[in-house]
């Protein structure tokens, strides 16, 4: 069988034939009819009548049929051919293809489908362990473990920085230190991408395609460039997948929205250096070959260099100090050129190939994933609709921003239309509260009451009167707690009233409920984190705050009232001995959250390792809140 599709591709050299014209030229159909018959003695009449109304014409899903089918073909053959036919000259009455020609022809497709065929077995693999090894280690935490073992494996293999002692902090300015345990994960991708790329290659001699001349070397140099080019391509949805908010395994998983970005940059390094070196080598052979010249006009070869040479550009232009200073422009760039990207590799496809191989089928597959990540965020900035959001400044540092009529935990992100033109800028601002203060509540009881636990403080316990008078008093809102540093949150500070749109709600990532105690680290803003945990929490809490005033305290005193509490205004809190003190000789289960600065986050995930692999009986658990760059 191998032998007729190939007698096809031979016949082509030389100019480039019309599907009509294989269907209908008899010199053609001939030909062909009297290889298969002579050299396929062993495959089922309907088979060879079903690769003959398939792959005749071409391999397009609209090509047209054959004029006559396989055995109305090779009856019409008027005499037995005589006449050898030779590659590149004219094909004009019925010929016979020698066994060498054959043979020949028959090593070169049959090697190449099966190496398409693993090529595309691998990329497979690939995509689904990128996705589903995350679901299968976050369920590890359904088993019961000892929880001593659990703190020393934790603090041995999973919490600590992969070197050093920072991960939140850039090294150097320009990276994050991942952590151990998204070290070796990072390490599976590197690893299984490096194998999947040089293992699985065959060839065969004689070989019409790679003839002697070039040889073996020539087959697996070309197989290998075909291979890290799938596997760039199967890197591409995987990449996608990480970078939403949307993100799937987000609930499918514990790992954080944080831990996926960092994944999804990692990934995006390695597909863009894939799609270098496939067409590096490309360029090679072609240079080689001496087609370049004419090669390179073409449109697939256009294509292919703008998808490379724009995910390329991506990467130095993703850098963390173009994204932490310039976030606004990195968000309209990044997203203008990976759709540079997405359109560069379809095209490169479907002007090469066509749909003959399905390498399209990767890109539709991310398109559909990011489709699908921006179709939810519309769904959820329209189910909330356009609100009015409220801005009170707290000190030279921060402003509360109000938003009635909305609810939700956790955080969410905010789009101020009105204040830029580009209105897709938004902005992520962790929930600080979800009931807001009536307009018609004394200004002395509108941030100093516990309004989201009357009926359950002691303060509003006095009467049944009395709780109905404060609930009547309230509203059901949203407050975020925002740090002026510039871009549009500094534009807030001028105004009063505005336009928002609300993209939530993204809820606290884990629960934590099955901790006895839960302690709070918290650095000025980081409390809006805290506070839906401490809120939600059913055992013992405590809040360690430090804040470089006392007015963003004030604020929130409401929210955090009934809270056991240390606070620390403008001074540094010792976090060795807080931790110290809370875990050493503590014989119940407990949580530690921590949000806030990255130098903060750091130092607890340090002494929290340190004194999980030195003390004895510590039963732990890390959680880090925080946006991450």
């Given at each position: 069988m191998h032998g007729g599709m190939i007698m096809k591709r031979e016949m082509d050299m030389g100019s480039e034939t019309s599907p009509d014209c294989y269907a209908t030229d008899d010199a053609f159909l001939h030909t062909l009819a009297h290889c298969m018959s002579t050299h396929c003695h062993d495959v089922a009449v309907w088979d060879l009548e079903k690769y003959w109304n398939m792959n005749v014409a071409g391999n397009q899903p609209n090509q047209p049929l054959p004029k006559a089918t396989y055995q109305q073909t090779l009856a019409d053959i008027p005499t037995e051919p005589t006449d050898t036919l030779v590659v590149g000259e004219e094909l004009n009455h019925t010929m016979v293809v020698s066994n060498e020609d054959y043979q020949g022809s028959y090593n070169a497709q049959g090697v190449f489908e099966k190496m398409e065929d693993t090529n595309e077995r691998y990329g497979i693999a690939l995509l689904v362990s990128g996705a589903i090894i995350p679901i299968v280690f976050s369920f590890l935490r359904f088993i019961p473990f000892p929880t001593t073992l659990v703190t020393k494996f934790n603090s041995w293999f999973i919490d600590p920085p992969a070197f050093g002692t920072r991960h939140k902090t850039p090294i150097a300015g320009l990276f994050h230190m991942p952590t151990r345990g998204q070290a070796f994960f990072i390490f599976y991708l590197i690893a299984i991408n490096i194998i999947l790329s040089a293992i699985g290659f065959k060839s065969s001699q004689p070989n019409s395609w790679y003839p002697s001349v070039l040889g073996t070397d020539g087959q697996i140099v070309s197989y290998f460039t075909n291979r890290v080019g799938v596997l760039s391509f199967a890197n591409i949805p995987l990449l996608f997948l990480y970078a939403g908010r949307n993100n799937i395994l987000l609930s499918l998983t514990n790992w954080s929205h944080g831990t996926f970005l960092l994944l999804h940059r990692w990934v995006a390094w390695i597909a863009t250096l894939q799609a270098i070196l496939h067409s590096i080598i490309y360029l090679q052979i072609y240079v080689h070959d001496g087609t370049h010249a004419s090669e390179s006009k073409l449109p697939y070869w256009i294509w292919g260099v703008v998808a490379t040479l724009c995910m390329s550009i991506l990467l130095p232009a993703s850098m963390l100090p173009i994204r932490k200073n310039l976030y606004e422009f990195f968000l309209a760039w990044h997203v203008l050129l990976s759709i540079f990207v997405l359109v560069g590799c379809l095209w490169h496809i479907v002007a090469r190939f066509q749909h003959q191989w399905g390498y399209e089928n990767w890109i539709y597959t991310a398109i559909a994933v990011w489709g699908f990540e921006r179709m939810m965020r519309i769904a959820r900035l329209a189910r909330n609709g356009v609100k009015t959001a409220r801005v009170t400044i707290v000190d030279e540092d921060y402003i509360r921003v109000n938003i009635e009529d909305i609810s939700g935990s956790g955080h969410a992100f905010l789009y101020f239309p009105t204040l830029t033109w580009r209105i897709w800028e938004n902005h992520p601002f962790s929930v600080a509260s979800t009931v807001l203060p009536s307009n018609d509540l004394p200004d002395t009881l509108k941030y100093d009451t516990d309004i989201e636990k009357l009926g359950s403080s002691s303060e509003a316990s006095d009467s049944d009167s009395r709780e109905r008078r404060y609930q009547s008093l309230t509203k059901v809102g949203m407050t975020f707690l925002v740090r002026t540093k510039g871009g549009i949150t500094s534009q807030l500070r001028s105004q009063e009233t505005l336009p928002v749109l609300v993209e939530s709600a993204y809820g606290?990532?884990?629960?934590?409920?099955?901790?006895s105690r839960l302690i709070c680290i918290a650095?000025?803003?980081?409390?809006?984190?805290?506070?839906?945990?401490?809120?939600?929490?059913p055992g013992a809490t405590k809040l360690y705050w430090g804040a470089r005033s006392r007015s963003i305290m004030d604020v929130m005193a409401s929210s955090l009232r009934g809270v056991e509490q240390e606070?620390?205004?403008?001074?540094?809190?010792?976090?060795?001995?807080?931790?110290?003190?809370?875990?050493?000789?503590?014989?119940?289960?407990?949580?530690?959250?921590?949000?806030?600065?990255?130098?903060?986050?750091?130092?607890?995930?340090?002494?929290?390792?340190?004194?999980?692999?030195?003390?004895?009986?510590?039963?732990?658990?890390?959680?880090?809140?925080?946006?991450?760059?």
């Open positions: 606290p990532h884990e629960d934590l409920s099955q901790y650095g000025g803003v980081g409390i809006t984190a805290c506070i839906p945990f401490l809120r939600a929490h606070t620390y205004v403008g001074k540094r809190m010792n976090i060795t001995d807080v931790l110290r003190q809370e875990m050493v000789g503590s014989a119940t289960t407990m949580a530690v959250l921590v949000s806030g600065p990255s130098e903060m986050a750091d130092e607890v995930r340090y002494v929290i390792g340190e004194l999980g692999r030195q003390e004895k009986g510590i039963r732990v658990k890390l959680l880090e809140e925080a946006f991450s760059w």
